[in-house]
């Protein structure tokens, strides 16, 4: 008799690939036996080790091939074929369906599942093959959601209110507390703007009606019109939500929720604001797997990357990161610090307030009242032996002033300033009291960003410049593209936003010249004879390659310099 095949187990191939260690699977199993979790999703919740590898590993041991949902296109006539209720319960995606080999490729989390796939077959008729992929679970409940439509629960939750009828398939969600209409339209709205991708969730009450309104791609568009009787039970469930008081409607508050949407925790971060016509209140959305991503994924190019990281190499000095309010200075400052943390470097953040939990760093908002502001901080995190040390914004001298002093004493320091571009750092770091010879040879670079919205690839459609965007582009081009919009986009033409960015590294020439005081356009020159490529061409060079419209690109950079 044949001595049976020992299971593999998840916890000891992770340790033998060196990623993980003992210590962390013993933390791993005693907490398993007290939450009775999977083991593969403990990993990740504390941190241990991400979806992708788990994914990866498991892929690696059974020889079969894995998928990252992001980077899939889904094919409709694949949806059309696999019931949206038999891929919810039995978590599989169809990605694609081949009409002449009959082949049709599902993402799933097991591909031993012999049961389910058996029942699909059955459900096909079995006229058609099966082929699985690995994928992790939140990417899988993410995908079916976002592609077999998400909308109807709200219709049919304000339908409910509006008629007394009961929606009983939204009743099917949760008991308890689900049989409260606005509890379930407040959870449905919030899952609605996630799955849209918003920033921002904007409730804001008008004279006789109550306007939401999201924030998608940098830009606002209205998504209901409720009547006014809907508002305060709203507002009151937003308030009890984020632990605010909600018998105070006269001063500003804010506020905190975290939730699981698709899978994954989302932490919405809320603001109340007392208005001529009742509470205004506005949801930022903090989604932490979509906004710190790695720099392969920040689609930047070759010159670019490599340019970070070289900053990035650099033992000292401060790496700056500009640009006005929105345009993804924190985002990009969390990238560059996933590139370098791990359990060699003790990294310490200090800021207004933590936006994005992360393993391994020691987060610290400021708090006034504790008379923790980012001097205070930064003074006591220097006696917390960091490598890197991340202050939020520089604001006053006193900051800067610190900042440059942990950078001296051979830290790498990242932080934001606001200025419109790299070489306005300087001026701007002038004025808040830092002198040009302290700035020489602590900066490491200054990079300057604007998020620009991505033309749809499905619909975006090309066509001959005119003479005037001829020279604007300078060089000569003969197509162009424009967004057209398609039901992949929502009619809008753009998905998603790119970072659009000039980076200056700080060299001995660079120094000399900021040392000395020189001009903006001496420090240009220099800058540009050394490979700078300024925020303008940055741009054009999108537009070009067709990731992004003309249009959009003036919203957001200014081009006025560049006729020929």
Not at 129 to 145: F, H, P, V, Y
Not at 190 to 213: M, N
Not at 383 to 396: A, H, M, N, S, T
Not at 445 to 473: D, F, N, S
């Amino acid at each position: 008799m044949t001595e049976p095949r020992r299971k593999l187990r998840l916890g000891e191939l992770l340790v033998q690939q060196g990623l993980l260690s003992l210590d962390q699977l013993r933390i791993v199993l005693t907490e398993q036996k007290r939450q009775n979790v999977p083991i593969g999703r403990l990993m990740v919740s504390l941190g241990f080790v991400s979806e992708d590898v788990i994914r990866d590993v498991m892929a690696q041991t059974i020889g079969q091939e894995s998928v990252d949902l992001a980077h899939v296109v889904i094919d409709a006539e694949a949806l059309a074929l696999v019931p949206e209720e038999f891929a919810r319960r039995n978590r599989v995606l169809p990605i694609a369906y081949d009409n002449e080999t009959r082949v049709l490729t599902l993402a799933t989390t097991d591909v031993f599942r012999v049961v389910v796939l058996d029942q699909l077959r059955a459900t096909l008729g079995g006229r058609v093959e099966l082929r699985t992929m690995l994928a992790t679970e939140a990417q899988i409940e993410e995908s079916i959601d976002r592609f077999y439509g998400f909308e109807l629960s709200v219709d049919g939750i304000l339908e409910e209110i509006e008629t007394g009828e009961i929606d009983y398939q939204s009743l099917q969600a949760a008991e308890g507390e689900y049989t409260q209409p606005v509890v379930r339209l407040v959870g449905a709205l919030l899952v609605d703007a996630v799955k849209r991708g918003a920033s921002d969730i904007h409730f804001e009450p008008e004279y006789a009606f109550l306007r939401i309104r999201y924030r998608i791609d940098g830009v606002l568009e209205t998504i209901r019109s409720l009547h006014k009787t809907y508002w305060p039970g709203i507002a009151v469930r937003v308030k009890v939500m984020s632990g605010m008081n909600i018998a105070e409607t006269r001063a500003p508050q804010d506020g905190r929720v975290s939730m699981n949407i698709s899978g994954r925790p989302i932490d919405f971060r809320v603001s109340t604001q007392p208005t001529i016509h009742g509470e205004n209140i506005v949801l930022r959305v903090l989604d932490r797997e979509k906004s710190i991503i790695s720099l392969d994924r920040m689609n930047l190019g070759s010159s670019a990357r490599e340019k970070l990281l070289l900053m990035l190499a650099r033992p000292e000095g401060i790496l700056i990161v500009t640009g006005p309010t929105g345009s993804g200075k924190t985002t990009t400052l969390y990238s560059l610090l996933a590139q370098v943390n791990d359990e060699t470097v003790n990294i310490m953040t200090l800021e207004d307030p933590v936006e994005y939990p992360v393993t391994m760093m020691r987060q610290t908002s400021i708090n006034e009242s504790a008379k923790m502001e980012f001097a205070n901080g930064v003074r006591s995190i220097m006696r917390q032996d960091p490598d890197i040390i991340l202050v939020g914004e520089v604001r006053d001298h006193e900051t800067a002033e610190m900042a440059f002093r942990a950078a001296m004493t051979g830290h790498q320091v990242f932080t934001t300033l606001h200025t419109n571009s790299a070489l306005g750092a300087f001026p701007r770091l002038l004025d808040i009291g830092i002198p040009p010879d302290i700035m020489a040879g602590n900066i490491i670079g200054v990079i300057a960003q604007r998020l620009v919205r991505v033309l749809c690839m499905h619909c975006k459609q090309p066509y001959a410049p005119t003479l005037e965007e001829q020279r604007l582009i300078v060089q000569p081009v003969e197509k162009l593209y424009r967004p057209v919009g398609c039901s992949h986009c929502n009619g809008k033409g753009y998905r998603g936003r790119t970072a659009v960015m000039e980076i200056l590294v700080m060299d001995g020439e660079i120094d000399e010249l900021v040392a000395r005081r020189a001009t903006a356009r001496e420090l240009r020159t220099a800058a540009i004879a050394r490979g700078f490529r300024p925020l303008a061409d940055e741009a054009m060079a999108r537009v070009i390659d067709g990731t992004t419209s003309l249009v959009e690109i003036a919203r957001s950079v200014d081009l006025t310099g560049r006729h020929n």
